[in-house]
Structures are given as C-alpha cells and as structure tokens.
C-alpha cells in the first residue's frame, strides 16, 4: 500500500511568517512529488511540483525534496491570509498517483 | 486558456437512482481522471483512461462506471446510488507524460437523499 502521509493540523499562522508544511510518503521509487493547494469547496490547484533532490523555488513557495529520507515540505514565506486553504501532497507512484490528507493552514492576519 | 469542464456542477438524486456526470478535459490532454471527495476527505482516486482506454483503476465502486469518448470526454456513471455517494466528484487531465501535473474542473457535488 503506498501512502502519503501529512499532518492534518489546522497549522496557523500569524500573516507574515513563514508556514512549513510537511510531507512523507512510503515508497523510495517514487520519483515526482506535487502540492496542490485547494480552498474548502473548490477543486485542488496545483502549485509546485519538485522532481529532484534540493529546493525549487517559485515566487512565495518552495518546494524541498529529500529522498533518501522520503521527505517532501512546501515553504511559503510572508504568508497572507489568502493562503489559509487546505494543501495536499501528491506523488506519482509509476502510473499511480496518491494524495495525502491535507493540512489545513490559516493565516491569521 | 481552456479548463476542465464538468456537468452537472450540482445533482440532487435518491436512493438506488441512477446518475451521470460529465467532463470535458483540456484540449490536447490525452489522459482524463476521476476522483470522489467525501467531506472533510482527501481525494480518493477511483479510475482514469488514456487515449480513451482505461488506464488504472482506483477505490471505484462495482456500482460506478466510466468511459472515454471519441472526443475524449468522459463519462462517470453511478447506479443504485446509497447516502455515502454523496460526495464532490472531480476530473482531472493531464498529458500522460506529466501525469502528476493534473489540472482540475470545478467537480459536481452529488447529493443523496
């Protein structure tokens, strides 16, 4: 069974700072990882997907990849309070793709 | 630019009725996915085709089914629908090569009572 795994949360934090969102997931032949962002009764978004060892960045957002630890985060820095939503991790598992369960994140302004 | 596009956007039905839903992938996209959201939930993955084939196969229901088109739209069919159907249903495209970079339609939130 592969599984993505994330905190559920709700993560808050203050407008401002940076929010540290976490994800792990079970299978080290995975080789493509995503976050999609999705606001509550709206479709999931996608915002960054990172393929290889290290950080990609992307205006706010930055994605960090570590493999060898099964390890993907998303940085978002100066968060607004249009970034409280639900973010869901995702990972291609050859032909297979598997959203984790979110964390939810509210910026408080 | 062009989205996905579903119909209905909502859908009221009863038990053990029957249901429809429709969408139409973005232009090009060659691989078509179909997704349940309960409340509170993840997107669970039910089936998905590539060009017009089914491609894998999710938590889909033996009550469920699905099929691509000619012009590569999709249809998700339910039949003798129960309560915990309801949910949002979304479709997703992508181009099989980008398959993890999926973009979504509005999805149709199905309601049973």
């Known amino acids: 069974q592969k599984e993505v795994e994330q905190n559920s949360g709700p993560l808050s934090v203050p407008e401002g700072a940076i929010a540290s969102l976490n994800c792990t997931y079970s299978?080290?032949?995975?080789?493509?990882f995503f976050w999609y962002r999705q606001y509550s009764g709206k479709s999931p978004e996608l915002i960054m997907s990172?393929?290889?060892?290290g950080d990609k960045e992307d205006g706010r957002f930055t994605a960090q990849l570590n493999k060898a630890s099964q390890y993907v985060s998303l940085l978002i820095r100066d968060s607004q309070p249009s970034d409280s939503a639900t973010y869901l991790c995702?990972?291609?598992?050859?032909?297979?793709?598997?959203f984790g369960p979110g964390t939810r994140l509210s910026v408080l302004p | 630019a062009a989205g996905v596009i579903q119909s209905p956007r909502h859908l009221i039905k009863e038990k053990r009725e029957t249901a429809t839903l429709k969408c139409y992938p973005i232009?090009?996209?060659?691989?078509v996915y179909w997704y349940q959201q309960g409340p509170g939930q993840d997107p669970q993955f039910l089936i998905s085709?590539?060009?017009?084939?089914?491609?894998d196969k999710g938590s889909i229901p033996d009550r469920f089914s699905a099929q691509q088109f000619s012009d590569y739209h999709s249809e998700l069919n339910m039949s003798s629908l129960e309560l915990g159907d309801s949910a949002l249903y979304f479709c997703?495209?992508?181009?099989?090569?980008?398959?993890?970079?999926?973009?979504f339609g509005p999805g149709t939130r199905l309601t049973v009572t």
């Open positions: 997703a495209s992508s181009l099989r090569q980008r398959l993890g970079e999926q973009y």
């Open positions: 299978d080290r032949v995975s080789q493509s």
């Open positions: 990172i393929y290889s060892n």
């Open positions: 995702a990972v291609n598992y050859g032909q297979n793709f598997v």
């Open positions: 232009p090009r996209h060659d691989t």
């Open positions: 085709f590539y060009e017009k084939m089914q491609s």
